[in-house]
């Protein structure tokens, strides 16, 4: 029974999520039942993507990137993929009509990391959307479940808050991505000449964000609303971390949230949500 086979891409995909980030499966856990499946889903595939470019340094990442930009399709066409991932991917395109543009804009995206290594402002924005901005659209597409007016009222601001999330990864991963591959992707910043007043005017950027993305998530259904609240309280509490933390330590170390002190956070966030304080 293909209904069998869904079962395990789907629980393959979950894998994948609690393998790679405990932060995200823990805001997971707090949307309501009906939306953990597709969001697993959503993640596992961009996850993959995200691992060809980032991580198979032994391997052809061009041609490993474009067969499964080609496998991502066929799945979607014939609504079946012998990779699991795709499989569980397939099934909430089609189950919640995600745009093609957003998912080819986002693998546009991965095929610039193979490549690039110093952006311009241009390249930079073009980055944060496809990297991070239409992955929030896609999860924004399932939460209204065809309510396609409410989706285009919140397209800015779940836009805003994806663009957010991706600029405090790249502040936290600056050393990483920068010794581990060369990259830098903030737009006329290197790595020798980032200081405090750079990265003041990045913090700035990243706070017009987060109000912004607050906004939208103020406006959500309330069966999405707790688990986007608590990964933006995981985010804010980053990024305070990170406006807490010289520019030369952010260049020597990764910067992170306990585990314990996650756990914290997302009660709180509950306890917020429940008395709706956000």
């Not at 980053?238 to 956070?265: H, Y």
Request: proline letters at 3%.
């Amino acid at each position: 029974m293909k209904a069998l086979f869904d079962e395990v891409s789907i629980k393959s995909s979950k894998m994948v999520t609690r393998q790679y980030s405990t932060s995200f499966s823990l805001g997971i856990r707090f949307l309501s039942q009906e939306f953990h499946h597709p969001i697993y889903s959503i993640y596992g595939f961009v996850r993959f993507a995200d691992e060809i470019v980032d991580t198979f340094h032994d391997y052809d990442k061009k041609v490993l990137l474009e067969e499964f930009r080609k496998d991502t399709y066929t799945a979607i066409e014939r609504k079946i993929s012998l990779n699991p991932i795709l499989n569980a991917f397939q099934w909430v395109v089609n189950k919640y009509n995600i745009d093609h543009d957003l998912i080819e804009t986002f693998l546009k995206s991965m095929e610039m990391d193979l490549n690039k290594r110093e952006y311009t402002a241009e390249a930079y924005k073009e980055y944060i959307v496809g990297s991070a901005e239409v992955v929030g659209l896609m999860c924004l597409k399932v939460f209204v479940q065809g309510n396609e007016d409410l989706y285009k009222k919140l397209t800015p601001e779940a836009m805003a808050l994806g663009s957010a999330f991706q600029k405090i990864n790249f502040l936290r991963d600056l050393q990483a991505d920068y010794k581990g591959m060369g990259r830098v992707y903030f737009p006329n910043v290197s790595f020798e000449n980032f200081d405090a007043s750079t990265k003041a005017e990045i913090e700035k950027d990243i706070a017009a964000d987060f109000d912004k993305g607050l906004t939208g998530i103020k406006m959500l259904p309330k069966k999405a609303r707790l688990g986007v609240y608590v990964a933006y309280i995981y985010y804010k509490s980053l990024f305070n971390k990170i406006k807490n933390t010289p520019a030369s330590q952010i260049l020597d170390e990764r910067i992170r949230i306990p585990n314990g002190q996650k756990v914290a956070l997302f009660a709180k966030s509950y306890v917020r949500n429940s008395l709706n304080l956000l």
